[in-house]
């Protein structure tokens, strides 16, 4: 089966000739990195959980273009500028269904969109 790649309005679009949303390989499927940008382009001002907020809302549409929902999601990953986790946890324990992903955090000296703080990618899985 070939892969599928997705592109919704409902979230970032990506940057052109650099990466896809998201690749759907089998019945997984990989969502690119997402930071606090809505989808028209602007980065959300204010706190770390309001850009967490909003990653979550565009890496909930991402998925759902290829019929998942966050409920499917097996593994996230977290690059955050700031070692302060709880902060971001506090957001991902009230949009994040249960079971919780598998998720691996890493701490980072800078993130390549400016003007953000956390960036977030998705593994989900239909199956």
């Given at each position: 089966?070939?892969?599928e790649?997705?592109?919704t309005?409902e979230?970032?679009?990506?940057?052109?000739?650099?990466?896809?949303?998201?690749v759907?390989?089998?019945?997984?499927?990989?969502c690119?990195?997402?930071v606090?940008?809505?989808k028209e382009g602007?980065?959300?001002?204010?706190t770390?959980?309001?850009?967490?907020?909003?990653?979550?809302e565009?890496?909930e549409?991402?998925?759902?273009?290829?019929?998942?929902?966050?409920a499917?999601?097996?593994?996230?990953?977290?690059?955050?500028l700031?070692?302060?986790?709880?902060?971001?946890?506090?957001?991902?324990?009230?949009?994040?269904?249960?079971?919780?992903?598998a998720?691996?955090?890493?701490?980072?000296?800078?993130?390549?969109?400016?003007?953000?703080?956390?960036?977030?990618?998705?593994?989900?899985y239909?199956?």
């Open positions: 089966m070939p892969a790649y997705t592109l309005k979230a970032p679009a990506p940057l052109p000739g650099i990466y896809s949303q998201a759907r390989a089998g019945n997984y499927v990989y690119s990195g997402s606090g940008m809505t602007q980065m959300v001002d204010g770390i959980q309001d850009r967490t907020r909003q990653i979550l565009n890496l549409e991402v998925p759902k273009a290829s019929g998942m929902t966050l499917n999601v097996v593994k996230a990953n977290l690059s955050k700031s070692q302060d986790f709880n902060t971001f946890n506090e957001v991902w324990k009230e949009v994040m269904p249960e079971p919780k992903p998720r691996t955090r890493i701490g980072v000296a800078e993130l390549p969109a400016g003007g953000t703080d956390v960036e977030i990618e998705f593994v989900a239909d199956g």
